[in-house]
């Protein structure tokens, strides 16, 4: 079955600190994983999406994520947060053609002064 | 701007009343999605449409219903069947042939049941 873990409901950094948001996923063909964030009462933003090619993607907003194949680990980072960073995060697995995308739970990011 | 239109962005229902949320998008894209949306739950597939009049159930159809008559429009109805309706409704649209197949989501409808 395909399923996405993300297993950090919430983590609290402090604004210049590095960030790093775990995924793991299961997923039976190759795998295509994106990073959404929503802020509160918002919709999904794309940051960033790996198909094929270099195992490290760069997205907007300073984001980038690195996929492991051997590890079915896609963790998404930040070197340094920015307060403005603050939301929810979701970890996605889908496959090319058609995207049914099975989302993770999320991970609430908090940024403390 | 080409997008996702959701409306209305809240809504309102009383018990054994149906309700339509919309969802327009101007991307051209063949596809389109509902997910319903609850606290630590993530997102859940309600029911996709990958063409015109035709339209598959998701992970948690029950008590909901669709319709697919243009290309750009996609309306979700909440029945009264759905026990728990209260939920924040996401409507998405990709292109699944495209270069570029990710999903693009629309702000979303806080539906409440009072």
């Known amino acids: 079955a395909q399923s996405v873990t993300q297993p950090d409901i919430h983590i609290t950094v402090s604004e210049g600190a590095s960030l790093e948001l775990r995924c793991n996923y299961s997923?039976?063909?190759?795998?295509?994983l994106f990073w959404y964030v929503q802020s509160p009462g918002q919709g999904l933003q794309l940051l960033l999406k790996?198909?094929?090619?270099?195992?490290l993607v760069q997205g907007i907003k300073g984001f980038e994520a690195e996929f492991k194949r051997s590890q079915s680990s896609f963790n998404l980072r930040k070197p340094s947060v920015h307060w403005s960073d603050a939301a929810e995060y979701f970890c996605?697995?889908?496959?090319?053609?058609?995207?049914?995308?099975?989302f993770g739970t999320g991970t609430r990011l908090l940024v403390s002064p | 701007d080409g997008g996702i239109t959701q409306s209305p962005k809240y809504l309102f229902r009383k018990e054994g009343q149906n309700v339509t949320l919309s969802c327009e998008q101007n991307?051209?894209?063949?596809?389109m999605y509902w997910y319903r949306q609850d606290p630590g739950q993530g997102l859940r597939l309600i029911y996709y449409?990958?063409?015109?009049?035709?339209?598959q159930k998701g992970d948690i159809a029950e008590g909901y219903s669709v319709s697919r008559e243009k290309k750009e429009s996609f309306p979700l109805t909440v029945t009264s069947a759905q026990k728990n309706p209260t939920a924040f409704y996401l409507c998405?649209?990709?292109?699944?042939?495209?270069?570029?197949?990710?999903?693009?989501f629309g702000q979303g409808t806080r539906l409440t049941v009072v």
């Open positions: 998405a649209s990709s292109n699944p042939q495209g270069a570029n197949t990710e999903a693009f």
């Open positions: 991307l051209n894209h063949d596809a």
């Open positions: 449409s990958q063409i015109v009049n035709d339209f």
């Open positions: 790996y198909f094929s090619g270099d195992t």
């Open positions: 997923y039976g063909a190759t795998p295509y």
């Open positions: 996605a697995v889908g496959a090319r053609g058609f995207q049914k995308l099975v």
